[in-house]
């Protein structure tokens, strides 16, 4: 496969995991899913889907069992969400107080969960800022919830709240506007109130 320039380390295929970041034709990819399939007959590979974080595109895509790939060196630094300006998304690095900017449709599905002065950890590639992960649990808080059935509260039954940051989240019974409730971000499910 050549070499390969520093920073960039390689590994093989039979090493992928859920979350693996690799280099493929000069892109960043994060693996999604992979499967390690061994045929009665040929060489064994493994399928992989994978999300690009540059364009966000989704391919499925096989590599040859043992091959070598190259992984993206993708770095990580937290910095804080501090505003929305336009249609772009602000973060601040705390301590050199310099900028990195996301377009909406880098931070996607994600927004419903952004609250300025969060903490998250930015995605750096090459230098480029390519992606961002949230914190697992984020403290919200109810604005909008039907009132709960008087007696209904032990039956264990949900509603929808609507919670500051525009999303809305199933609710149990005796949750109330103005409540602050922690999220899991990753499934957007009620944790627990505040």
Not at 46 to 65: D, I, P, Q
Not at 69 to 76: G, P, S, V, Y
Not at 100 to 120: F, H, I, P, Q, T
Not at 169 to 186: A, K, Q, S
Request: proline fraction near 3%; charge should be negative; hydrophobic fraction near 35%.
């Amino acid at each position: 496969m050549g070499t390969f320039s520093s920073g960039i380390v390689a590994f093989s295929s039979n090493d992928i995991k859920v979350g693996s970041n690799i280099e493929v034709d000069g892109a960043p990819w994060r693996v999604l899913e992979f499967l390690h399939v061994k045929p009665g007959k040929g060489a064994a590979f493994v399928r992989t889907k994978m999300r690009n974080y540059v364009n966000g595109n989704v391919v499925e895509k096989t590599f040859r069992a043992g091959s070598t790939l190259a992984e993206a060196d993708i770095m990580k630094e937290t910095k804080q969400y501090t505003y929305k300006d336009g249609s772009q998304f602000v973060f601040m690095d705390l301590s050199s107080y310099e900028e990195a900017r996301l377009n909406e449709s880098d931070v996607g599905d994600k927004k419903k969960w952004l609250k300025e002065g969060m903490d998250c950890n930015v995605l750096l590639w090459n230098g480029k800022v390519i992606d961002f992960e949230l914190p697992i649990t984020v403290k919200v808080t109810v604005v909008e919830a039907d009132p709960g059935l008087k007696g209904d509260t032990a039956s264990g039954g949900s509603k929808p709240a609507k919670v500051d940051t525009g999303a809305t989240v199933n609710v149990p019974l005796f949750v109330n506007t103005g409540d602050e409730i922690l999220v899991d971000t990753r499934t957007g499910e009620y944790m627990s109130r505040a």
